[in-house]
């Protein structure tokens, strides 16, 4: 099946990288990574003075420079740099008060 064909392949490529054959792999998973569900991440303020990146769905990677530069803006007081607003946590509030989607 797959999944045996995977812990094969995989095995052959540790004990080659590593010069070993006496390697035992027990299980693999594949690769798990967030979404959220409009599938774009979110990008904003997580906390007083904490702001954060996630729910990069497994292409952030290629995100990373900029989304990196725009949490370096905010964490000294700066402007993002760029409309990020579209990527904000908020979004997924369900309220029309301001004040509770701030708070939260």
């Not at 995977?6 to 594949?30: H, M, Q």
């Not at 997580?46 to 949490?71: D, E, Q, R, T, W």
């Not at 997924?92 to 509770?100: A, G, K, N, Y």
Request: net charge negative; with cysteine.
């Amino acid at each position: 099946d797959e999944k045996s064909e995977v812990l094969e392949n995989l095995d052959f490529f540790l004990n080659y990288r590593s010069g070993s054959t006496n390697g035992l792999i027990v299980d693999a998973k594949p690769c798990f990574y967030t979404c959220t569900p409009d599938l774009n991440f979110m990008l904003g303020c997580a906390g007083k003075n904490i702001y954060a990146a996630a729910g990069l769905s497994g292409h952030g990677f290629k995100m990373v420079p900029v989304l990196g530069h725009i949490l370096s803006n905010w964490s000294t007081g700066e402007e993002a740099g760029f409309d990020v607003d579209f990527l904000s946590p908020n979004r997924f509030v369900e309220s029309d008060d301001p004040v509770e989607v701030a708070a939260r």
